[in-house]
Each structure stands twice: as structure tokens, then as C-alpha cells.
């Protein structure tokens, strides 16, 4: 077994569970002036610092041939899987689906849609194309991580408090043990994502645990290697 020092306590990782990396919505849209984000008023450099230290982690995990899960938040160019409520909630200046600085915006296949090149998903890697916050709804995530034996998932991705905390929720309702990375993830406020770090450990880790990406390098860095996940694609 291998124990994380994480708050409220050590997570533990047993050596016949697999565990993956799963990353949250590290595209362009939401990293990088001209996507979405900064479309919103908000500043993306906040995001932007915890990049080499989820690079870091991405080079551990796939050095080990440890399975490496991607999101993208998007909808299809029709916007047939874009709820309406999500698709009025999201007009500013520019919304869902309008042509923005790197093309149609939250659209799968546009420039900024993609993943940011520092983290680009490579051969094996599975890349979940999400149309909700979490990356459980309207996906084959579940059925992804049940067939390959996944029990715990280290998280990290931006926001913190939306895309990031819903869907450790979906997982940990799903029985998944979860431990969301404090350093490899952020938003663009940063009390929001301390309130969210605290939520989620609260009560002797409720929704799960938090902890350090020196802390998770440094307890399984001597770990066995489990099976890679096989490039099983989206629904």
C-alpha cells in the first residue's frame, strides 16, 4: 500500500487498485487571452501558474504508463447538446457557439477547444469530450473506468469550484476514491477555490481527500506500475 499525506488524512492507494490522472478542461478557451475566459473579463494568468506542476505530474504518470484521463468541455457545432438553460446562462459579449479569437466558441474541433500544447493528450491517453460541468453526464467516463479496473483518481484542472468539484462529486457519489491536487489546480478566484478545498475534506473528507503534487510524486514515485488504459475513445 501506498499512503499520500494528504488532508484529512493519509489517502491511501492499495497496490491492486489502479489509479488514474484525470485532468479538467485544460484548453485554450479558458487558459489563453482570446478564449473564452478572457472573453468574461477574467484574468487567465491566474490559471495559467500551475502548469508546470500539472506537467510534472502528466511526465510522472505517463513515465509509469499509469492511465492519464483528459476533458474538454464543448457541444457539437448544432449545439444539439447544449441545454438551453446553459446556452442563455452564457451570453456576454460573446457566448456558446459564437465566433470568438480562436474560433466558434465551447465548439468541439475549434482552435480553442483544444487542449493547451504544454498538456496536449498523447497516443493512449483518453480525451472525454463533456457538454456538462462534471465529466461524468452525457459521457462514458463510468463505463471507461470500470472496465479498466479504475478505483481512485487524482485530480486536477480548472475551475476548481465548477468543472473540478462537480466532477469529483459525480465520482464520489459513483464510489471512486478521489484526491483533488491542491498545486495543479485553479480558478479564476482564489477564494473560491479555497472554499472548495475545504469543502471537499470537510468532515473527514467527504466528498474526498486534498494534497500536495510533492506529496503524490514523492509517495509513488517506487509505485508498481498497474496496466496503461487503452485509447477506448468517446461516446
Request: charged share 20%; glycine share 10%.
Amino acid at each position: 500500500m501506498v499512503l499520500i499525506s494528504a488532508q484529512p488524512y493519509d489517502y491511501p492507494v492499495t497496490d491492486n487498485s489502479h489509479c488514474a490522472l484525470l485532468i479538467i478542461d485544460m484548453q485554450r478557451d479558458f487558459l489563453e487571452p482570446g478564449g473564452f475566459g478572457d472573453i468574461l473579463g477574467n484574468d487567465v494568468s491566474q490559471l495559467r501558474v500551475m502548469v508546470p506542476t500539472l506537467k510534472r505530474l502528466l511526465e510522472l504518470f505517463r513515465g509509469k504508463q499509469w492511465p492519464v484521463i483528459h476533458t474538454l468541455e464543448c457541444h457539437r457545432p448544432d449545439l444539439s447538446d447544449c441545454p438551453q438553460s446553459k446556452y442563455n446562462r452564457s451570453r456576454g459579449e460573446l457566448g456558446i457557439g459564437d465566433v470568438g479569437p480562436m474560433g466558434r466558441i465551447l465548439i468541439a474541433g475549434e482552435l480553442g477547444n483544444a487542449i493547451i500544447p504544454e498538456l496536449a493528450p498523447i497516443a493512449g491517453e483518453v480525451v472525454i469530450e463533456k457538454p456538462g460541468k462534471g465529466a461524468f453526464c452525457n459521457t462514458n467516463l463510468e463505463s471507461i473506468l470500470r472496465q479498466s479496473n479504475i478505483t481512485h483518481l487524482l485530480i486536477a484542472g480548472v475551475t476548481t469550484e465548477v468543472c473540478v468539484q462537480t466532477t469529483m462529486r459525480e465520482a464520489n457519489d459513483r464510489g471512486f476514491e478521489c484526491l483533488l491536487i491542491e498545486d495543479a489546480t485553479e480558478s479564476y478566484f482564489p477564494e473560491f477555490k479555497q472554499a472548495t478545498l475545504e469543502m471537499v475534506r470537510a468532515q473527514g473528507g467527504i466528498v474526498g481527500w486534498t494534497g500536495s503534487s510533492a506529496d503524490i510524486i514523492a509517495a509513488m514515485s517506487a509505485h508498481s506500475s498497474p496496466q496503461p488504459v487503452v485509447n477506448i475513445g468517446c461516446e
